[in-house]
């Protein structure tokens, strides 16, 4: 790997661990920018890239350095909102997948397409994150059995507002960064 994707995939880490220390509390499921760092990873740095910086940030937790939320080191295997993280790398790689693919098949990057391709990481984020935080509310902390509805609720109805503005936002900035359309 060359010096300078090197430097980008830890750029992009270092920045999903500042943005976590940016918080909006929320019962189980806080808002943080992190859910922007990776959509912008992968838009910037592409789907390999981009999902190596989200396994970068996930490994600095899971071996102690304090960049999540809430807990490090393998506890915060342990809390609702690791899915979420699990889902950061699939979001980057997803998002910088179908910005390639926008790419090749219209010779361009727009705004409209860069946001698709964030909206689809997010997509691939909350699945990932819904799924844990069930099996977690559920089988783990035994909360008295959280229906997917309650699930849904706290996971993603409470984030979603936020999370599509953070998808126009990395598109705006991506179209600007990797030449799109001018605004």
């Not at 342990?78 to 693919?101: E, V």
């Not at 219209?106 to 994150?129: D, I, K, Q, S």
């Not at 935080?133 to 409470?158: D, K, P």
């Amino acid at each position: 790997m060359k010096t300078k994707s090197m430097v980008e995939i830890s750029i992009f880490a270092v920045l999903s661990a500042v943005c976590a220390r940016l918080i909006i509390p929320l019962p189980f499921v806080p808002i943080t920018l992190q859910t922007l760092v990776c959509m912008l990873a992968g838009l910037l740095l592409g789907p390999r890239r981009g999902a190596a910086s989200q396994l970068l940030y996930m490994l600095m937790g899971l071996i102690g350095i304090p960049v999540f939320t809430s807990a490090a080191g393998p506890a915060a295997l342990l809390l609702p909102t690791f899915g979420y993280i699990i889902g950061f790398s699939g979001c980057a790689w997803l998002s910088g997948t179908l910005r390639d693919y926008f790419l090749r098949r219209y010779c361009r990057l727009t705004v409209p397409l860069l946001f698709a391709a964030a909206l689809a990481g997010t997509l691939l984020l909350y699945v990932t994150g819904l799924i844990y935080l069930y099996m977690i509310l559920n089988f783990w902390l035994a909360q008295g059995g959280a229906t997917v509805y309650r699930v849904i609720s706290i996971g993603f109805l409470s984030t979603i507002g936020g999370d599509l503005l953070k998808a126009f936002l990395a598109a705006l900035i991506a179209a600007r960064l990797v030449g799109g359309e001018k605004q």
